[in-house]
């Protein structure tokens, strides 16, 4: 989620990019959250267009966890998904002040994205150009500042970050200085056995979003440039896919036979054929599209418009959009329950996490990220990253 130049950029684009890039939040820790409302946003915010919300704090869903990735609050929220409570609000990434003599803690991190395996959180952390790993397990409900975690240093303006299928490693996206051309970006592969960086891709451009084949076998990785094609054992780069109008999220279908990329320049999803690294068919979608989500059958898929202040449904099987469900506030981040009966969706600009039913397409519930329940409780928080788990979170 961190800016980055493009001679083709559009203004609402940028402005997406310099909202994250720039979130320093203030927030307040305190209670739990019986309700929340959300009304007019504050002038940093009124650019999207957002309008007064009810955000429901209470919905029903499957037993579970949700872990967001809040950046403008440096930190990140767990969340019961069986009636949308706030369990905790954990700070990550955020280390004490050196030579002071004190114990004073530095809320420097911005932890854009999160990915999950097992019971391990990964964030990346995008301020500092780290990985915090945090074993969800050990989460203590009364100890929000301070959850045990490793942190890695890997590249610069680490962004996205992915698990390969089989849990071994965790590639990481690293977008590179955000001033004048990319020029510094790659991918940081860490082993999960050792918390370690074991190697390094660098990369003429600035890698955005990975996702893997089934086996394992292939990286897919947006850039500015393109769609980059990657052998995962030697590391390499076999093709690059152009032309794709500054494509952001990445999906592969379970086949491995065809991945799913937003074109966010000209509003449409971009479908590629893996045996060949063409694009075979565009499907039209809403404005500004960013993260997209695949089920885990492989037969719809939902995206993020952003500027459209929607999710598009598509149904695989004709790479049609099926049905367009209303979510204001800058839809940007995705992710579906385990047993695929809800779809969550982070609003960049509200604040809002809005829960939909999957079987119908309908609204379950929505609430605010961060604490208090008052109107604007999760102004400058930005939900960039979220991932759900069916083993619910320590304190639910």
């Given at each position: 989620m961190a800016p980055r130049e493009s001679s083709n950029s559009r203004s609402a684009?940028?402005?997406?990019?310099?909202?994250?890039?720039?979130?320093?939040?203030?927030?307040?820790?305190?209670?739990?959250?019986?309700?929340?409302?959300?009304?007019?946003?504050?002038?940093?915010?009124?650019?999207?267009?957002?309008?007064?919300?009810?955000?429901?704090?209470?919905?029903?869903?499957?037993?579970?966890?949700?872990?967001v990735a809040v950046a403008g609050y440096q930190a990140f929220d767990a969340v019961n998904t069986a009636n949308c409570d706030l369990v905790q609000q954990y700070n990550v990434g955020d280390s004490q002040v050196p030579n002071t003599g004190t114990s004073d803690t530095n809320y420097d991190s911005t932890d854009e994205g999160v990915a999950m395996y097992g019971d391990t959180l990964y964030f990346a952390d995008t301020g500092n150009d780290?990985?915090?790993?945090?074993?969800?397990?050990?989460?203590?409900?009364d100890n929000y500042a301070n959850p045990a975690e490793t942190v890695i240093h890997v590249g610069f303006n680490p962004q996205d970050l992915a698990v390969t299928p089989d849990g071994s490693h965790v590639w990481v996206a690293?977008?590179?200085?955000?001033?004048?051309?990319?020029?510094?970006?790659?991918?940081?592969?860490?082993?999960?056995?050792?918390?370690?960086?074991?190697?390094?891709?660098?990369?003429?451009?600035?890698?955005?979003?990975?996702?893997?084949?089934?086996?394992?076998?292939?990286?897919?990785?947006?850039?500015?440039?393109?769609?980059?094609v990657i052998n995962t054992a030697k590391l390499r780069v076999v093709a690059v896919i152009p032309g794709l109008g500054n494509p952001e999220g990445v999906v592969v279908s379970p086949d491995g036979k065809t991945v799913y990329v937003t074109n966010t320049a000209q509003g449409r999803v971009d479908v590629i054929s893996a045996a060949s690294n063409r694009v075979t068919r565009t499907i039209k979608v809403g404005q500004l599209p960013w993260q997209l989500v695949m089920s885990s059958d492989?037969?719809?898929?939902?995206?993020?418009?952003?500027?459209?202040?929607?999710?598009?449904?598509?149904?695989?099987?004709?790479d049609k959009v099926t049905d367009t469900m209303s979510d204001p506030g800058d839809p940007v981040s995705l992710a579906l329950t385990p047993d695929g009966s809800q779809l969550?969706?982070?609003?960049?600009?509200?604040?809002?996490?809005t829960v939909f039913g999957t079987a119908t397409d309908s609204l379950v519930g929505s609430f605010n990220v961060g604490y208090g329940g008052e109107a604007n409780a999760g102004d400058g928080e930005e939900p960039t990253g979220i991932v759900l788990t069916s083993t619910p979170t320590p304190g639910s």
């Amino acid at each position: 989620m961190a800016p980055r130049e493009s001679s083709n950029s559009r203004s609402a684009w940028a402005s997406r990019r310099v909202i994250v890039a720039g979130a320093a939040a203030v927030a307040l820790a305190a209670g739990g959250m019986a309700f929340a409302l959300t009304s007019d946003h504050s002038a940093a915010h009124s650019h999207a267009g957002s309008k007064a919300r009810l955000a429901a704090a209470s919905c029903t869903g499957p037993a579970g966890a949700a872990y967001v990735a809040v950046a403008g609050y440096q930190a990140f929220d767990a969340v019961n998904t069986a009636n949308c409570d706030l369990v905790q609000q954990y700070n990550v990434g955020d280390s004490q002040v050196p030579n002071t003599g004190t114990s004073d803690t530095n809320y420097d991190s911005t932890d854009e994205g999160v990915a999950m395996y097992g019971d391990t959180l990964y964030f990346a952390d995008t301020g500092n150009d780290t990985v915090a790993v945090i074993n969800a397990a050990t989460l203590d409900v009364d100890n929000y500042a301070n959850p045990a975690e490793t942190v890695i240093h890997v590249g610069f303006n680490p962004q996205d970050l992915a698990v390969t299928p089989d849990g071994s490693h965790v590639w990481v996206a690293d977008t590179g200085p955000q001033t004048g051309q990319p020029t510094l970006g790659g991918i940081s592969v860490i082993s999960t056995a050792t918390d370690t960086v074991t190697s390094r891709l660098s990369l003429p451009t600035d890698p955005r979003e990975i996702a893997f084949s089934p086996s394992g076998a292939t990286a897919y990785v947006t850039t500015s440039d393109g769609v980059l094609v990657i052998n995962t054992a030697k590391l390499r780069v076999v093709a690059v896919i152009p032309g794709l109008g500054n494509p952001e999220g990445v999906v592969v279908s379970p086949d491995g036979k065809t991945v799913y990329v937003t074109n966010t320049a000209q509003g449409r999803v971009d479908v590629i054929s893996a045996a060949s690294n063409r694009v075979t068919r565009t499907i039209k979608v809403g404005q500004l599209p960013w993260q997209l989500v695949m089920s885990s059958d492989g037969k719809t898929i939902y995206v993020a418009d952003g500027d459209s202040n929607a999710i598009s449904v598509i149904a695989t099987a004709s790479d049609k959009v099926t049905d367009t469900m209303s979510d204001p506030g800058d839809p940007v981040s995705l992710a579906l329950t385990p047993d695929g009966s809800q779809l969550w969706v982070g609003g960049l600009t509200s604040g809002i996490v809005t829960v939909f039913g999957t079987a119908t397409d309908s609204l379950v519930g929505s609430f605010n990220v961060g604490y208090g329940g008052e109107a604007n409780a999760g102004d400058g928080e930005e939900p960039t990253g979220i991932v759900l788990t069916s083993t619910p979170t320590p304190g639910s």
